[in-house]
């Protein structure tokens, strides 16, 4: 079955220390994203990508990094610089709707990384 | 600024009791509407699209309205298994790749 499988599941991370989450589709999507998600808060989105080899900031990139390298892979590394990192964390794909207007976003199973 | 604002934020309902979640909305231009629903530790899953005003769908117990300011999510005779965290978020044609996302209304029916 086509889908998002993101992994680890959870993760634990020390402070100063870089994580990755890795991100992989076989939906043949061309546009992948990152977001965050907090208790009370709506989805942030952190980055963006359109295409391979090309990823865009989105409202929080700030002590995030991205790259698309490949088409069915988005990773996202946490670096120490992100002050707050402990969060659950979703990627998502566009899926085309039944209409060529709007576009409906897939997303993954979710990464919860919390800071020791 | 696009912005969308989901209410309640929490509703408990006895299972059977009817009722509704709004999402109210602001865009420049509406390119479609998204319902979501949320299971803990989980991803979203899509439950519709909406795209113009007066426009309705439905699936099993739930059914989805649009008008040009808000949605709404109707629940008829709700189970415990229709718990979780119902997500809004709209789409504007201005962005083509951003989506707005409400807060979510987590729902809880009992038994």
């Known amino acids: 079955d086509g889908g998002i499988t993101q992994s680890p599941k959870y993760l634990f991370r020390k402070e100063g220390q870089n994580v990755t989450l890795s991100c992989e589709q076989n939906?043949?999507?061309?546009?992948m994203y990152w977001y965050r998600q907090d208790p009370g808060q709506g989805l942030r989105l952190i980055y963006y990508?359109?295409?391979?080899?090309?990823?865009q900031k989105g409202d929080i990139a700030e002590g995030y990094s991205v790259s698309r390298e490949k088409k069915e892979s988005f990773p996202l590394t946490v670096t120490s610089a992100q002050k707050n990192p402990t969060a659950f964390y979703l990627c998502a794909s566009i899926g085309q709707g039944v209409y060529s207007g709007a576009n409906v976003l897939t997303f993954g199973a979710g990464s919860r990384l919390t800071v020791l | 600024e696009d912005q969308v604002t989901q209410s309640p934020e929490a509703l408990r309902l006895q299972e059977g009791e009817s009722s509704s979640l709004n999402c109210s909305y602001t865009v420049s231009g509406l390119r479609g509407l998204f319902w979501y629903r949320q299971d803990p530790g989980k991803g979203p899953e899509f439950l519709f699209t909406l795209y113009s005003a007066g426009e309705e769908k439905e699936k099993e117990r739930l059914k989805a309205t649009l008008t040009k300011k808000e949605s709404f999510l109707h629940i008829t005779a709700p189970k415990p298994e229709d718990s979780a965290t119902y997500l809004c978020a709209v789409q504007d044609w201005a962005g083509t790749y951003k989506y707005i996302f409400g807060t979510g209304t987590r729902l809880k029916v009992l038994a």
């Open positions: 939906l043949n999507h061309d546009a």
């Open positions: 990508s359109q295409i391979v080899n090309d990823f």
